[in-house]
């Protein structure tokens, strides 16, 4: 079974740091592109940052550049997203999702899975 489980979420004040990770089984991971989404209420899912293998590549959104780190670890089927100087218009559900074809793209049917979801919530 294919699973993308999310961790690393919580509650942090302005300014704050949190480290979300992807863990994945049950596919190829090398294969595969990985993504981290977000949705905050009353808002469309929108995309954050996304990571290829081979080479590997990483690519950011506007609201992300410059604040945020997504990386890889092979050895441990697992993609993070450390996030720093957090903002309250960061407050989302924060989803990974991974791509067969390995190419980092926003369109969202264009992943096979997802994750369930991980709450960030940053106090102003």
């Known amino acids: 079974q294919v699973q993308l489980v999310e961790s690393g979420g919580g509650v942090v004040r302005t300014g704050g740091s949190l480290r979300l990770s992807c863990a994945t089984s049950g596919l190829i991971f090398d294969d595969y592109a990985i993504a981290w989404f977000r949705q905050a209420p009353g808002k469309p899912r929108e995309g954050v940052a996304c990571i290829t293998h081979s080479p590997t590549t990483s690519d950011y959104t506007d609201s992300a550049r410059g604040r945020f780190t997504i990386s890889r670890d092979n050895n441990k089927n697992t993609v993070n997203l450390r996030m720093n100087r957090l903002k309250p218009e960061d407050t989302a559900t924060y989803y990974c999702?991974?791509?067969?074809?390995?190419?980092?793209?926003?369109?969202?049917?264009?992943?096979?899975?997802w994750g369930q979801g991980i709450q960030v919530t940053v106090a102003s």
């Open positions: 999702a991974a791509e067969e074809a390995g190419f980092c793209t926003y369109v969202e049917r264009r992943y096979d899975f």
